[in-house]
């Protein structure tokens, strides 16, 4: 079992519809989490952190976090075809290393 | 503008030839770190410093290192580069163990 685990994707939506993108992660002792985004080529780029239960709302951007299923969310509103891109989930590893252990991404188009 | 900043951008070199990569960052930040990013692999962590002098291994240390002797700088240094360490090169710093990591823009390196 992968420690960060994306559906590949990629995942089409329409210009202006909601996107939802999910991510599973394995040690349950996990207590930080991020989405990056990632145009082709280029660095990702931090979109949200969540570190508690519960929703965290950023403009067009929610992350939701339940520690107790150890699922991580990313819902993009009104999503826009600039939101195409690799979206990847990252948990902060547990102990004392400095270990940020990232999911394999997945590919968002939005038609225009 | 804080930012971390690598250098070069586009490399091509020889086997064996070795080479440094430069990161640098400007936001007095205690931890960084170098990760490779390959296609369907995603990105793997390669060594991390936690500060000044103190440096350990990442997932995929092997053919590589680093050193930090200063806070800002973290170059990755490749002794006797091969043809698997064509990848692209992250660098990323982070306030603390637990908050989000700020990339570079990315290294490009190709091995012939």
């Known amino acids: 079992q992968k420690e960060v685990e994306q559906n590949s994707g990629p995942l089409s939506v329409p210009e202006g519809a909601i996107a939802s993108l999910n991510c599973t992660y394995s040690?349950?002792?996990?207590?930080?989490f991020f989405w990056y985004r990632q145009y082709s080529g280029k660095s990702p780029e931090l979109i949200m952190s969540?570190?508690?239960?519960g929703d965290k709302e950023d403009g067009r951007f929610t992350a939701q976090l339940n520690k107790a299923s150890q699922y991580v969310s990313l819902l993009i509103r009104d999503s826009q075809p600039s939101d195409s891109a690799t979206y990847l989930c990252?948990?902060?590893?547990?102990?004392?290393?400095?270990?940020?252990?990232f999911g394999s991404g997945t590919r968002l188009l939005v038609r225009p | 503008e804080a930012q971390v900043t690598q250098n070069p951008r586009y490399l091509i070199t020889v086997t064996g030839k070795k080479l440094t990569v430069t990161c640098s960052q400007n936001?007095?930040?205690?931890?960084m770190s170098w990760y490779r990013q390959d296609p369907g692999l995603g990105l793997r962590q390669i060594y991390y410093?936690?500060?000044?002098?103190?440096?350990d291994k990442g997932d995929v240390p092997e053919g590589y290192k680093v050193s930090r002797k200063e806070k800002r700088n973290f170059p990755l240094i490749l002794e006797s580069p091969s043809p698997n360490q064509t990848s692209l090169y992250f660098c990323?710093?982070?306030?603390?163990?637990?908050?989000?990591?700020?990339f570079g823009q990315g290294t490009r390196l190709t091995v012939v």
């Open positions: 990323a710093s982070s306030r603390t163990r637990d908050t989000e990591a700020f």
């Open positions: 040690d349950r002792g996990s207590q930080s």
């Open positions: 969540i570190y508690s239960n």
């Open positions: 990252a948990v902060k590893g547990v102990g004392s290393s400095y270990k940020l252990i």
């Open positions: 936001m007095n930040h205690e931890y």
């Open positions: 410093s936690m500060n000044v002098e103190v440096t």
